[in-house]
């Protein structure tokens, strides 16, 4: 009886261990085939350049591969802080942050647009006991909004580039 209920679980260990072999991340850089040849960031520069940062590090990755498409891009960053709540001596209690970014790709040889796309992403914080508090939750904010439009992007460039 031991030897039929081992035999059971080690088969069933193999099938559940078998069946995760051929994992493949969804967003793995091989499997956005671009090269930044060219850039432009307008606006929020400190922005811009950390949204850019994170797409060509992507392109990095495909700097020697001859399929790769090159591509120039335009990224236009803004950023707006709105107090929403105040009391009633006119204190702030909360703040919104609006980060929209508006980005253009174009193929670098043909000039032909490949994407124009704009991204408005928001979201609240209540301000901290603390100033230096509220400060590193602004930045962890802005931190997530930069995220969240940086995978929008890779989402729009890889459903663009497979109807090319």
């Known amino acids: 009886m031991k030897k039929i209920t081992f035999l059971i679980i080690s088969l069933f260990l193999f099938i559940y261990i ?48 001859p399929d790769a498409q ?28 609006n980060l929209n970014t508006n980005i253009i790709i174009y193929n670098f040889l043909t000039d032909k647009e490949i994407l124009n796309q704009n991204f408005n992403n928001y979201s609240s914080y209540k301000v901290q006991d603390q100033h230096s508090e509220t400060l590193k939750l602004e930045n962890k904010i802005i931190e997530n909004l930069i995220d969240t439009i940086y995978q ?10 497979e109807t090319t």
Not at 35 to 63: E, F, P, V
Not at 70 to 88: E, F, R, V
Not at 152 to 161: A, D, G, T
């Open 152 to 161: 929008n992007i890779l989402v729009k460039i890889s459903e663009s580039f």
């Open 70 to 97: 090159s591509i120039k891009m335009s990224i236009n960053t803004s950023m707006d802080k709105l107090a929403t709540a105040k009391d009633s001596s006119g204190k702030i209690l909360e703040y919104k942050i």
């Open 18 to 65: 078998n069946a995760c072999s051929g994992y493949k991340p969804i967003f793995s850089s091989s499997n956005f085939e671009f090269k930044i040849a060219d850039y432009s960031i307008n606006g929020n520069k400190k922005l811009g350049n950390k949204i850019y940062s994170k797409l060509h590090n992507i392109s990095q990755s495909n700097k020697n591969n």
